[in-house]
């Protein structure tokens, strides 16, 4: 029996990257099994990561429409069904094997048969201890390499699953540490599975290590895109010859960036819902809990919901700014009831407008309106609670500040002042302004001035390892400091306090709207072929050196950016069709788009965590750019969750547990 390899698909594929993986998953790998299994219904078993990689892509309906009955836990025990054929989703790990082994081994294996399919290669030694027992070789009915390794988290974004990134590969500890090989390698291995799925081969672009001269020493965390684009480019040439018809030639984009390319991003408040919902309220991933009324409407129950594509108001408002949102669920509202004589009956009987709980109630009146309202009133009472947020803990005031200090339009004088006269904002908006300052002016944390601006924030030690932590996202420090405690080094280049351009040419007509994450700017340049080439190498040319940058330097035709007075005014207020990336339909018209009109893939991996201003991002630039573009990261980080990660960098007493995911 060989081992074979997955089956190819079908040329020129336009299908989405979601869409993709969902299809491969239910029909090349459950469906297949159809062909020579006479049994009707099988057990689908799974490991603790494959069962992941399959609930971010399917739901239990399309896996029971495929004939699995029964969806099992590879480490549990299970009730012996020898009448029924088994389909096992698993990684090709030995513990996986001996398990698999000792379930269809014997003379009273678990299952009658067994379709195996492993979610990346399988080393030919555990293969060999398959086909050693004889017992268990003529009860298998395929033995395949899926080569889908990662999850799905969104229509154009997957994450590996590498939630200690950070920790492994950029603390000062990580050097010589084996994690570091192991995640550099495992995260290699899961993302050219994406490649294998998608039947792409790429131009693999990464950032090269940044070296002041011949004599500063390249440090390891330094050096981790340039080893994750050499670990991809190895599986990827071992894909070309495995893979049927996997391309010779490239056929679309790969860009491999660290967090050290954007450390704003990741700590700015961003204005759009999805990233309001994920910042601002205690959620559960994309789980929301909130109250309703009983079936007999006398007391109120919890309800879990999720915040994802299935949701239509969700998928129209999730990057629409705050405001924006609020609007068009008022304007929804109002059209509703305009539209449902019950709903204009009860209005009239109450004689105002309509409460969330009356929205509720007219839920258990209307079955045939359920769906619609319970959606929308799920949404109103979502908006309601984060604009309260927003009053409550004064964060137009601090995002204002935020984007101010991010363009250069406020500096240190501003900020003392805010400390000082803004006493309601909360220690984790202050520390978070304190690390933005930190970023764009490390020097300013060189010297007694960090610690009073620390001291005035009233930020703790343990928050103040965060910040120092950020230096570690970065090259090498271009000099020690001579003073003592601790300094922050955020890039060897010499850049007027890192402020961020303006773009003019996207005039935003949201307040709080202007901050854009980096990778924006990058992507665009990749597009045209623009990126600089002593920052950027590409593992398919011929380069002078991994280590440093190149002697030749790309002709930059960006055209320059000016700067704008600050913005002042305190409405949300915007002319009507304004295409700012913040308006939903501006963002989404591509949803339901046609991928034949576009052209070749774009894929970017963040490595250390992308944000979600870079998941928006990527939907508004698939529309400009009329290309798809696809978001792959370690993890999928909000705020809160970065600064733990942070701390988690260099405390030893904290854990996973800490980091509320």
Request: glycine content about 6%.
């Amino acid at each position: 029996m060989s081992l074979d390899s997955d089956a190819s698909s079908q040329g020129g594929d336009h299908r989405s990257f979601r869409q993709i993986t969902r299809d491969r998953l239910l029909f090349e790998m459950l469906r297949s099994t159809r062909k020579d299994s006479k049994s009707t219904w099988k057990v689908l078993i799974m490991d603790k990561f494959t069962v992941k990689i399959m609930s971010f892509a399917c739901k239990m309906a399309d896996i029971t429409e495929e004939g699995v009955s029964l969806v099992e836990d590879l480490y549990k025990r299970r009730q012996p069904l020898p009448s029924l054929d088994a389909i096992y989703f698993i990684q090709p790990t030995k513990e996986n094997i001996v398990m698999f082994l000792s379930d269809m081994s014997g003379r009273s294996p678990l299952y009658k048969k067994a379709y195996v399919f492993f979610s990346s290669p399988i080393h030919k030694e555990l293969v060999a201890q398959i086909k050693k027992d004889s017992s268990v070789l003529p009860r298998i009915g395929a033995l395949s390499e899926m080569n889908l390794e990662y999850f799905a988290i969104d229509s154009q974004g997957f994450i590996t699953d590498h939630e200690r990134a950070l920790e492994e590969l950029f603390s000062e500890n990580a050097e010589g540490s084996h994690k570091y090989n192991a995640c550099l390698n495992t995260m290699a291995n899961r993302i050219s599975t994406v490649f294998a799925s998608m039947r792409e081969f790429p131009h693999v672009h990464y950032r090269v290590a940044k070296t002041i001269d011949a004599s500063t020493m390249t440090t390891l965390r330094d050096l981790v895109p340039t080893k994750l684009a050499a670990g991809i480019w190895n599986c990827l040439a071992k894909y070309k010859t495995a893979i049927p018809e996997f391309p010779q030639t490239e056929t679309c984009e790969l860009l491999i960036v660290d967090r050290s390319i954007d450390q704003i991003a990741p700590i700015i408040h961003e204005w759009t819902y999805d990233a309001m919902c994920h910042d601002l309220l205690c959620m559960d991933g994309n789980k929301y809990v909130h109250e309703v009324l009983s079936k007999n409407g006398s007391a109120t129950e919890k309800k879990e919901v999720l915040l994802e594509d299935h949701d239509p108001v969700w998928l129209e408002l999730r990057h629409a700014h705050i405001a924006d949102a609020s609007e068009r669920l008022h304007d929804k509202m109002t059209n509703f009831i305009s539209k449902n004589k019950a709903a204009q009956l009860h209005q009239a009987r109450t004689g105002g407008e309509l409460s969330t709980r009356d929205l509720q109630k007219m839920v258990q009146a209307l079955p045939q309106y359920s769906d619609q309202i319970d959606k929308l009133s799920l949404h109103v009472e979502i908006a309601g609670k984060l604009n309260n947020i927003i009053r409550e803990q004064n964060l137009r005031d601090v995002g204002q500040l935020e984007q101010d200090l991010v363009f250069g339009d406020a500096g240190t004088k501003e900020l003392i002042n805010f400390l000082r006269t803004q006493l309601g904002v909360s220690r984790e908006n202050k520390l978070r302004l304190l690390m933005i300052y930190a970023a764009l002016n490390p020097e300013k944390f060189e010297s007694a001035k960090g610690a009073k601006l620390m001291q005035l924030a009233g930020l703790s030690a343990d928050d103040m390892i965060a910040v120092n932590n950020m230096h570690c996202l970065c090259g090498p420090d271009a000099k020690k400091s001579s003073g003592g405690g601790f300094t922050l080094k955020f890039d060897v280049h010499k850049k007027k306090h890192g402020h961020r351009k303006e773009r003019t040419r996207e005039e935003s007509a949201w307040a709080l709207s202007r901050f854009y994450p980096v990778l924006e700017e990058l992507i665009e340049k990749l597009s045209k072929g623009e990126l600089p080439k002593d920052e950027y190498n590409c593992m398919n040319d011929p380069s002078p050196s991994a280590h440093g940058p190149p002697t030749s330097t790309s002709v930059r035709t960006s055209p320059a950016h000016s700067m704008r007075s600050r913005r002042t005014g305190g409405t949300w207020a915007r002319p009507r069709g304004s295409e700012d990336g913040y308006s939903s339909d501006s963002v989404l018209k591509h949803a339901s788009s046609d991928f034949k009109k576009l052209g070749q893939r774009i894929f970017v991996f963040v490595i250390g965590g992308a944000t979600r201003s870079e998941l928006r991002a990527v939907h508004k630039l698939t529309t400009k750019l009329k290309r798809e573009i696809i978001l792959g990261s370690s993890s999928l980080d909000d705020p809160p969750q970065f600064v733990t990660k942070l701390k988690l960098m260099s405390a030893e007493e904290l854990t996973l547990d800490d980091l509320q995911i």
